[in-house]
């Protein structure tokens, strides 16, 4: 009787329309490829040496390569191999995410062919399932690990008589031993917030790259040689894209079409396109974005680490808007959640919640805006233009870090009351403590405004009234509207 073969090598990528394959070990190459090449750029190296307080060894790189050429591992299972399979094999089609979790709670020393036991060898092995969280959340949100859920483990992963997945396994074992030699001696970094959010990222970038098949054009058959294909590859098209070493301009515009060969992005990847590109940038707006409209139920650095017994966790504007999370950490971006609002936290309540808030802050924001343009313009508001808008920057960037400094404490606030009649009390006095910043600022800014000296007193007298008037008028708005954000 001769040794069976396996028929159907493990994909990782596929074309449904032409039957064409990319095996899944050279997927998993190129993503990690990829991201050996991004942390060799100067800026993105610094960044991540930042993120984790001291600069990255090689040898700590390779092993970060070694777990990223694990994130789709998930995809051997049957469950999700069937999607590729005219039949589908009457499997229950899996997500390749929650296979990836189901894959670890089902493995041990002895998976991947023995490659598992040097990762149980490192110094950080007891962190790896936070790791594993990270890789498995590459699509844009993480994928419960609950134990209630690893009673499925066997039965997502059946050896079938077409499709040996744990031959396939033993061979991404040996490809990940053969081509990441350093797991054997080295170690990834720990795992620690600030740093595992960055890889986070890096991981996301690199599978998109990674994935674009005009780069990395599909080779179904494994091939022990491929590692060398995928640094080739992955070395050329960062290059093309503006991200190689050395390069300091993208290629091209920084939009989908620059990295993907795919027509448009999934709404977690377009959902990228607005963020900010300083960490002075995020505010109040996008961290609403971010935990109330994302596809996270609870956001990745919101959840605790093994041996916290902390409340539960979000993130906070104010430190991201001073810029001080380099200095301060991860623990300068979290607030607690009082325990009377966990329950509530992530239904639509908060987000309707911080709807009603923003629309406030805007109204001041607008307020102080138009009220330091009419100073800038001399007092003449026909002639306002966008010079004397732009003169207004500082002083609403101030504003803007007061109300990140009240956006969640008014959030608690706002959600504690039970009856419409205890929101304008509530809205009143949040919109006149801003108005007073507001008033402040305004203070502040004016020595700076430039404005000929005889025309200077009236010019701020009108520029004042102006202020004055738009806050006069978001808050008498409260007499004759009821409250929207409930």
């Given at each position: 009787?001769?040794v069976?073969?396996?028929?159907?090598?493990?994909?990782?990528?596929?074309?449904?329309e032409?039957?064409t394959?990319?095996?899944?070990?050279?997927?998993?190459?190129?993503?990690?490829?990829?991201?050996?090449?991004?942390l060799?750029h100067?800026?993105?190296r610094?960044r991540?040496?930042g993120?984790?307080?001291r600069?990255?060894?090689?040898?700590e790189?390779?092993?970060?390569a070694?777990l990223?050429?694990?994130?789709d591992?998930g995809?051997?299972?049957?469950?999700?191999?069937?999607?590729?399979?005219?039949?589908?094999?009457g499997?229950?089609l899996?997500?390749?995410l929650?296979?990836g979790?189901?894959?670890?709670?089902?493995?041990?020393?002895?998976s991947?062919?023995?490659?598992?036991?040097?990762?149980l060898r490192?110094?950080?092995?007891?962190?790896?399932?936070e790791?594993f969280?990270?890789?498995?959340?590459?699509?844009g949100?993480?994928?419960?690990?609950?134990?209630?859920?690893?009673?499925i483990?066997?039965?997502?992963?059946p050896?079938?008589?077409?499709?040996?997945?744990?031959?396939?396994?033993?061979?991404?074992?040996?490809?990940l031993?053969a081509?990441?030699p350093?797991?054997?001696?080295?170690?990834?970094?720990?795992p620690?917030?600030?740093?595992?959010?960055?890889?986070?990222?890096?991981?996301?970038?690199?599978?998109?790259?990674?994935?674009?098949?005009?780069?990395?054009?599909f080779?179904?058959?494994?091939?022990?040689?491929?590692?060398?294909?995928?640094?080739?590859?992955?070395?050329?098209?960062?290059?093309?894209?503006?991200l190689?070493?050395?390069a300091l301009?993208l290629r091209?515009?920084?939009?989908?079409?620059?990295?993907?060969?795919?027509?448009?992005?999934?709404?977690?990847?377009?959902a990228?396109?607005?963020?900010?590109?300083?960490?002075?940038?995020?505010?109040?707006?996008?961290?609403?974005?971010l935990?109330?409209?994302?596809?996270?139920?609870?956001?990745?650095?919101?959840?605790?680490?093994?041996?916290?017994?902390a409340?539960?966790?979000?993130?906070?504007?104010?430190?991201f808007?001073?810029?001080?999370?380099?200095?301060?950490?991860?623990r300068?971006?979290?607030?607690?959640?009082?325990?009377?609002?966990?329950?509530?936290?992530?239904?639509?309540?908060?987000?309707e919640?911080?709807?009603?808030?923003?629309?406030?802050i805007?109204?001041?924001d607008?307020?102080?805006?138009?009220?330091?343009?009419?100073?800038a313009?001399g007092?003449?508001?026909?002639?306002?233009?966008?010079?004397?808008?732009?003169?207004?920057q500082?002083?609403?960037?101030a504003?803007?870090?007061?109300?990140?400094?009240?956006?969640?404490?008014?959030?608690?606030a706002?959600?504690?009351?039970?009856?419409?009649?205890?929101?304008?009390?509530?809205?009143?006095?949040?919109?006149?403590?801003l108005?007073?910043?507001?008033?402040?600022?305004?203070?502040?800014?004016?020595?700076?405004?430039?404005?000929?000296?005889?025309?200077?007193?009236?010019?701020?007298?009108r520029?004042?009234?102006?202020l004055e008037?738009?806050?006069a008028?978001?808050?008498?708005k409260?007499?004759?509207?009821?409250?929207n954000?409930?």
């Open positions: 009787m001769g069976m073969v396996n028929p159907r090598p493990a994909w990782g990528k596929c074309d449904l032409t039957r394959f990319h095996h899944l070990a050279h997927h998993s190459a190129d993503v990690a490829a990829v991201l050996i090449e991004l060799a100067p800026l993105i610094k991540a040496a993120a984790l307080g600069p990255l060894a090689e040898t790189i390779r092993c970060l070694a990223a050429f694990l994130h591992i995809k051997l299972a049957p469950g999700f191999q069937a999607k590729g399979w005219a039949d589908h094999a499997l229950q899996r997500s390749h929650e296979c979790q189901l894959w670890t709670a089902h493995g041990g020393p002895h991947l062919d023995g490659a598992v036991a040097h990762l490192w110094p950080i092995a007891t962190r790896l399932p790791w969280d990270a890789l498995f959340a590459h699509h949100r993480p994928v419960s690990s609950e134990p209630s859920e690893r009673g483990a066997k039965q997502a992963f050896v079938l008589a077409h499709y040996d997945w744990r031959a396939e396994e033993a061979q991404m074992g040996r490809a031993l081509w990441f350093e797991i054997t001696e080295g170690s990834a970094p720990p620690e917030p600030a740093f595992l959010h960055h890889v986070c990222g890096l991981l996301t970038l690199a599978d998109w790259v990674g994935s674009d098949r005009r780069a990395f054009p080779e179904h058959e494994f091939r022990a040689d491929y590692w060398k294909t995928a640094r080739d590859r992955a070395r050329i098209r960062l290059r093309e894209i503006g190689a070493p050395g301009t091209g515009r920084p939009d989908w079409a620059l990295i993907s060969e795919h027509p448009a992005p999934r709404p977690a990847q377009a990228v396109a607005g963020l900010p590109v300083s960490e002075r940038d995020w505010t109040h707006e996008l961290l609403v974005t935990l109330y409209r994302g596809e996270w139920s609870v956001p990745r650095l919101a959840q605790l680490q093994p041996g916290e017994k409340a539960p966790m979000l993130l906070v504007a104010e430190a808007s001073r810029g001080n999370s380099k200095t301060d950490g991860f300068s971006r979290v607030v607690p959640v009082p325990k009377a609002m966990v329950a509530q936290m992530f239904g639509a309540r908060p987000a919640v911080a709807d009603g808030i923003l629309k406030d805007a109204a001041i607008l307020a102080l805006r138009n009220g330091l343009a009419v100073f313009a007092g003449d508001r026909e002639k306002v233009a966008k010079p004397h808008y732009a003169r207004t500082p002083a609403r960037e504003l803007r870090r007061h109300a990140d400094a009240m956006f969640f404490p008014e959030i608690w706002r959600m504690a009351v039970t009856h419409d009649s205890g929101f304008t009390p509530l809205r009143r006095t949040f919109l006149e403590a108005s007073a910043h507001a008033r402040d600022e305004f203070r502040t800014a004016a020595p700076g405004i430039p404005c000929a000296s005889l025309m200077r007193p009236r010019a701020e007298v520029g004042r009234q102006a008037r738009a806050l008028r978001a808050v008498a409260l007499k004759v509207e009821v409250p954000d409930v």
